[in-house]
Nanobody, 124 residues
Framework: QVQLVESGGGSVQAGGSLRLSCAAS?????????MGWFRQAPGKEREGVAI???????TYADSVKGRFTISKDNAKNTLYLQMNSLKPEDTAMYYC?????????????????WGQGTQVTVSS
């Protein structure tokens, strides 16, 4: 079974940076999986943050474009999210996700595989 484990969350001041990691295991042909990051803040709906496909093409939500960078290392089975210039509105639970199909930042079906989440808190 596919297992995703996030790490790297924490509490930072506005303008700071965090680097999230997602260790993946238990899947076959990882090259053909889309992977991404989603987040959900209290009282808000879940939203896509960033997606990266099997050939390393990234897609970002408008709210994070220019500040966040998604990347992956297939040899290490690890997905990353570098978050710079963090804002209080970035505060949320961040989830790593994967799917054999095509993930979308917005408007797509829920991914088939999810991690447990890691909390990111940004203070003013």
């Amino acid at each position: 079974q596919v297992q995703l484990v996030e790490s790297g969350g924490g509490s930072v001041q506005a303008g700071g940076s965090l680097r999230l990691s997602c260790a993946a295991s238990g899947y076959t042909s990882r090259t053909y999986y889309d992977m991404g990051w989603f987040r959900q803040a209290p009282g808000k709906e879940r939203e896509g943050v960033a997606i990266i496909d099997a050939i390393f093409r990234p897609t970002y939500a408008d709210s994070v474009k220019g500040r966040f960078t998604i990347s992956k290392d297939n040899a290490k089975n690890t997905l990353y999210l570098q978050m710079n210039s963090l804002k209080p509105e970035d505060t949320a639970m961040y989830y790593c996700a994967a799917d054999r199909g095509r993930l979308r930042v917005a408007g797509g079906p829920p991914p088939n595989y999810w991690g447990q989440g890691t909390q990111v808190t940004v203070s003013s």
